[in-house]
Nanobody, 121 residues
Framework: QVQLVESGGGLVQPGGSLRLSCAAS????????MGWYRQPPGKQRELVAA???????TYADSVKGRFTLSRDNNQNTVSLQMNSLKAEDTAVYYC???????????????WGQGTQVTVSS
């Protein structure tokens, strides 16, 4: 019913930049929030950045000043511009969205398939 399709990611040298994008499709009565999580090797999944409808983005302390989250409500997309990348940013990045598929149901959490970001020289 709902799909989150991610694009971007890959291998980049320290100090470089990458842009991740995520598009939501399917039954979308409303998208309450969208954002990105990441899971470094051997660690738990953690919030990177998120934004609610009409709100301002929130960021993990580790990415503030380097990452920028943007959302296009008309296109149902969210993008993460990642600058000044560090080795510790290496992780699988997951798009996340809180979506209501009909007006009479509660919002549910949806995840993309994940995209690998590797920062290495």
């Amino acid at each position: 019913q709902v799909q989150l399709v991610e694009s971007g990611g890959g291998l980049v040298q320290p100090g470089g930049s990458l842009r991740l994008s995520c598009a939501a499709s399917g039954r979308l009565a409303s998208i309450n929030a969208m954002g990105w999580y990441r899971q470094p090797p051997g660690k738990q999944r953690e919030l990177v950045a998120a934004i609610t409808s009409g709100g301002s983005p929130t960021y993990a302390d580790s990415v503030k000043g380097r990452f920028t989250l943007s959302r296009d409500n008309n296109q149902n997309t969210v993008s993460l511009q990642m600058n000044s990348l560090k080795a510790e940013d290496t992780a699988v990045y997951y798009c996340n969205a809180l979506i209501r598929t009909s007006w009479w149901t509660s919002p549910s959490n949806y995840w993309g398939q994940g995209t690998q970001v590797t920062v290495s020289s």
